[in-house]
């Protein structure tokens, strides 16, 4: 019976997801609410609920932070100096262009959002494309390959923070041994960059042109930084990262004190911290309520007993042989999973399901973690991906003509992520 109740939920929960029915948090806390009272869980329902929301209470403020730190950073024109640089590097060689596009948005995209990534990369390097003659499908393309990398396996960007979430795994034990894959994966996008862009310049060859536009990617009323304050900024940056990677802090704590340093660095005075913090609440607190909500929902499916229940039914239909196989199984059938389903759908509603039956195999839910965010790829040409909307739109073209043309390219880099990934040991077989 909770079996049932819990396949049906998780169900009508994807249902009305994809089908805009209902927003995410929405959905995220109404669905398990009505179920669980179904199951005749209503008195106990209000401590289910509060539990999963202390689950991920440190998740929900490293995500918050996160947000505000990189947006500061972006604001303080962290980045500028970067692309202005790569602007005179590339000129008018489509593979420096193709390249440099890789490095420009693998860069970006380290604050885990893909509207960011999408418009700081597109805005910088589009002009250039057009005026050589460039396919911008290819800027459209590095760009998603950059962000699928990035922004999957960190533990701000959104498919880890879910993954994260939905398995109430350790966000430093999640992100460390990703790194070597996210390093690799990195590589390959420039290779990927290399190929296209050597493919362009058969095509338009290479031209001879002065860069005549500079990009700023912060604020007009920030100016230029001062080489004091990028530097400063640079080394905040590297500083913070470096504890994240070690495990010294908490990540939550790491970036409540990193943001707290570069909006005194930058932004000194109290009234223009206040604007600062407020152009970025709306991200922030979108993302924050949407972890929250989670909570609500994982709370319920652990409170009442559904996901132990949903997984002795999963395990009574895969083989005993392909036990333990599961992780590489999940990161093939993410691929799929993801592209026809939403984040919030898949990583909310199945993977817990997943990691629950995983530990029946033996195999840690963290494995399960990490081999449901290989998919992601595929997953940002799903239509169900606003910010993939942003992009073809900030290239002028229809998402059914970038779906053809970028498909064969975000489906390989699934494939090589998932097998550098059991190279690696990031996922066991």
Request: hydrophobic share 55%; proline share 5%; charged share 10%.
């Amino acid at each position: 019976m909770i079996a049932s109740l819990g396949f049906i939920m998780i169900i009508l929960f994807t249902y009305l997801i994809m089908s805009n029915r209902l927003s995410p948090i929405v959905a995220l806390i109404t669905v398990p609410i009505v179920f669980a009272i179904i199951a005749g869980f209503a008195s106990t329902l209000g401590d289910m609920m509060l539990d999963g929301m202390k689950q991920v209470s440190s998740t929900a403020a490293l995500l918050l932070f996160a947000i505000l730190y990189f947006g500061v950073m972006i604001d303080a024109g962290l980045f500028d100096p970067f692309i202005r640089r790569l602007l005179t590097i590339v000129k008018g060689d489509p593979v420096k262009i193709a390249m440099g596009t890789a490095a420009l948005a693998l860069a970006v995209a380290l604050d885990g959002d893909g509207t960011t990534t999408y418009m700081i990369t597109v805005s910088a390097l589009l002009p250039l494309y057009l005026k050589i003659g460039m396919n911008p499908l290819i800027l459209a393309t590095i760009a998603m390959l950059s962000l699928s990398v990035m922004s999957a396996m960190t533990p701000w960007g959104g498919p880890a923070t879910r993954a994260i979430v939905a398995t109430g795994v350790d966000p430093t034990e999640f992100f460390v041994p990703l790194i070597p894959l996210m390093v690799v994966g990195a590589i390959w996008v420039l290779i990927v960059a290399y190929f296209l862009g050597k493919k362009e310049r058969k095509r338009v060859g290479v031209h001879v042109i002065a860069i005549d536009h500079i990009i700023n990617t912060g604020e007009e009323s920030v100016g230029k930084p001062s080489r004091i304050r990028w530097w400063s900024n640079l080394v905040l940056t590297a500083v913070v990262m470096v504890i994240l990677v070690k495990g010294i802090w908490p990540p939550s704590v790491i970036f409540i004190f990193g943001f707290a340093i570069a909006l005194m660095i930058n932004f000194p005075k109290n009234t223009v911290q206040k604007e600062i913090i407020m152009k970025h609440a709306g991200n922030a607190l979108i993302v924050t309520a949407l972890v929250f909500a989670a909570g609500v929902f994982t709370g319920v499916l652990s409170g009442t007993g559904m996901v132990t229940a949903m997984s002795t039914a999963l395990i009574s239909l895969i083989p005993e042989s392909l036990g333990s196989q599961l992780p590489l199984i999940v990161g093939i059938t993410s691929i799929a999973f993801t592209f026809i389903m939403s984040n919030d759908a898949y990583y909310f509603g199945v993977l817990p399901v997943l990691a629950e039956t995983a530990i029946s195999f033996g195999i840690e839910p963290i494995e399960i973690a990490r081999a449901s965010v290989l998919g992601q790829p595929v997953h940002l040409l799903s239509p169900l991906v606003a910010s993939t909307f942003l992009l073809v739109g900030m290239i002028s073209k229809e998402l059914g003509e970038y779906q053809k043309y970028a498909f064969l390219w975000c489906f390989l880099t699934s494939v090589f992520l998932i097998v550098v990934a059991v190279i690696t040991g990031a996922i066991s077989v």
